[in-house]
C-alpha cells in the first residue's frame, strides 16, 4: 500500500491503554494515526492535521467529545471528516446526543474495533484504502 492513500485517523480517549490499542489496531489496518488524550488536544491536532476520520471517546477532559465534534463541523471542512464516538454512555438518549452533536456513529465501550472498522470503511471510498498484505 503507498503511503500516500492511506487515510488519515485521529483518536481521542484518555484512558492510555484503550488508546494506545487503538493506534496498534488501527495502523495495523493501514490507517495513518495521531492520538490525543483529550478534547483540547484532539481538536488542536485536528486543526493542524486535518485528518479523514476522527474517533472519540466522549467523556474526557477538556472539551468533551461531543464538543470537539461539534467544533469540527462548525469549521466546515470539505471533504468533511467522519466522526465516530466511542463512549461509555449507553442509553438511546446518549447516541441522540451524539448524533446531534455531529457524530456519523455511536458505538458503547465495549466496541470491537472489527465493527468500528467496518463502519469506517464503509464510509471510505474503495480506492483510497486498500488492504494490507502480509
Not at 461539534?70 to 467522519?82: C, F, G, N, W, Y
Request: charge should be negative; aromatic fraction near 6%.
Amino acid at each position: 500500500m503507498s503511503f500516500a492513500n492511506r487515510q488519515r485517523l485521529l483518536i481521542a480517549d484518555d484512558d492510555a491503554d484503550t488508546l494506545a490499542a487503538y493506534v496498534v489496531f488501527f495502523e495495523a489496518h493501514g490507517f495513518d494515526t495521531r492520538a490525543a488524550e483529550d478534547g483540547t488536544h484532539a481538536l488542536a491536532e485536528y486543526c493542524t492535521w486535518h485528518p479523514d476520520v476522527v474517533v472519540l471517546d466522549i467523556q474526557m477532559p477538556g472539551p468533551d467529545g461531543r464538543a470537539v465534534a461539534r467544533e469540527i463541523r462548525r469549521l466546515q471542512a470539505q471533504p468533511a471528516p467522519l466522526l465516530v464516538a466511542v463512549t461509555a454512555l449507553s442509553s438511546p438518549s446518549e447516541a441522540a446526543e451524539s448524533v446531534t452533536s455531529g457524530f456519523d456513529h455511536h458505538f458503547v465501550k465495549p466496541a470491537p474495533l472489527p465493527v468500528i472498522l467496518a463502519a469506517i470503511m464503509s464510509h471510505q471510498p474503495l480506492a483510497t484504502i486498500t488492504p494490507r498484505r502480509g
